[in-house]
């Protein structure tokens, strides 16, 4: 069955500690991408990456930073330096030279 | 500066009648938008898209129609139905240039029995 998959589905982390969210993906799609959502708002480019052991800034990177070592993982470290992290975080994926992207469940991160 | 804008946050609708989402764009270079579904706690799921060349696109219950010289889009969803009640999203991309999107704030569409 492929699909996105993220983990955990809520987090919880003290003021001032790194955390990292795992996405992995199973639909052989060279593209992946990090969003941030709150509430009553859109969606937020983070990263992305198009190709293994490459990556680019979106809107909204700084705090945050990735690795794309395997096609299929794309991992997003939410640091210290992020100064709101409280928010849902949506992992993405697309298969290169298309503009439809496919979404992971989702992981809520509350910074206690 | 919002690229893609939905001006409505919320629509209510009667079960059966027609349910229409606007969404109205900037930047003259978006050329391929996109409709995402999203329930709460849960990742958007693609609905249905259109490219520039077209002005209009169907998928069962679901068409969108995009009005370049005024820069705005919508869905339509006819006969609309409770379990079509969850936040609506609308992106717009330059197509094929990096495949990123640029997402509007939402719109809250709730059927009503």
């Known amino acids: 069955d492929g699909g996105i998959t993220q983990s955990p589905k809520y987090l919880f982390r003290k003021e001032g500690q790194n955390v990292t969210l795992s996405c992995e993906q199973n639909?052989?799609?060279?593209?992946m991408y990090w969003y941030r959502q709150d509430p009553g708002q859109g969606l937020r480019l983070i990263y992305y990456?198009?190709?293994?052991?490459?990556?680019q800034k979106g809107d909204i990177a700084e705090g945050y930073s990735v690795s794309r070592e395997k096609k299929e993982s794309f991992p997003l470290t939410v640091t210290s330096a992020q100064k709101n992290p409280t928010a849902f975080y949506l992992c993405?994926?697309?298969?290169?030279?298309?503009?439809?992207?496919?979404f992971g469940p989702g992981t809520r991160l509350t910074v206690l | 500066d919002q690229q893609v804008k939905q001006n409505s946050p919320s629509l209510s609708v009667q079960e059966g009648r027609i349910s229409i989402l606007n969404c109205d764009y900037t930047?003259?270079?978006?050329?391929?938008f996109l409709w995402y579904k999203k329930y709460p706690a849960e990742g958007p799921t693609f609905l249905i898209s259109?490219?520039?060349?077209?002005d209009k696109n169907e998928d069962g219950r679901f068409t969108v129609f995009l009005n370049k010289s005024a820069k705005h889009l919508s869905l339509h969803i006819v006969p609309s139905q409770p379990g079509d009640s969850a936040v609506y999203f609308c992106?717009?991309?330059?197509?094929?240039?990096?495949?990123?999107?640029?997402f509007g704030g939402g719109t809250r569409l709730m059927v009503k029995p």
């Open positions: 990456s198009q190709i293994v052991n490459d990556f």
């Open positions: 639909l052989n799609h060279d593209a």
């Open positions: 992106a717009a991309s330059v197509y094929n240039a990096g495949n990123m999107l640029t």
């Open positions: 993405a994926s697309s298969i290169q030279g298309s503009d439809t992207q496919y």
């Open positions: 259109i490219s520039s060349i077209k």
């Open positions: 930047n003259s270079m978006f050329d391929y």
